[in-house]
């Protein structure tokens, strides 16, 4: 199985003041509504995909660097055909718009 994930480019500001370095691993839960196109979004960050993996808790990012979660609106012609790679690329374009040039998806 393809593991999938959005990583840094750069260095991150944790919410302790410390930086994460590029290479960090976002990942997010994703929470769907019925009757609606809108999902939930709601982010974490780890140092690395071995941090993940190993279970370790993710970082706490400051609230001014990157929402903790939002609420994005798919249109309804991409949203009955979403995968995960999919779900993934669009919640990488929104975080770009956030902090440009920032993530990008990589899948193993």
């Given at each position: 199985m ?8 750069s ?26 196109t ?8 780890y ?14 990012i400051?609230k001014?660097?990157?929402?903790n ?6 249109p ?23 902090i440009?040039n920032m993530?990008?998806?990589?899948i193993?």
């Amino acid at each position: 199985m393809a593991k999938i994930d959005i990583i840094t480019l750069s260095g991150l500001t944790a919410g302790d003041g410390s930086i994460l370095a590029s290479g960090a691993t976002v990942k997010f839960d994703s929470e769907f509504t019925a009757a609606s196109t809108d999902i939930r979004i709601t982010l974490r960050v780890y140092r690395n995909r071995e941090v993940f993996e190993n279970g370790f808790d993710n970082v706490p990012i400051s609230k001014e660097t990157l929402p903790n979660d939002y609420v994005m609106n798919v249109p309804e012609e991409e949203f009955y055909v979403l995968t995960p790679t999919i779900l993934y690329e669009i919640v990488c374009v929104h975080l770009n718009q956030l902090i440009p040039n920032m993530f990008e998806v990589r899948i193993t």
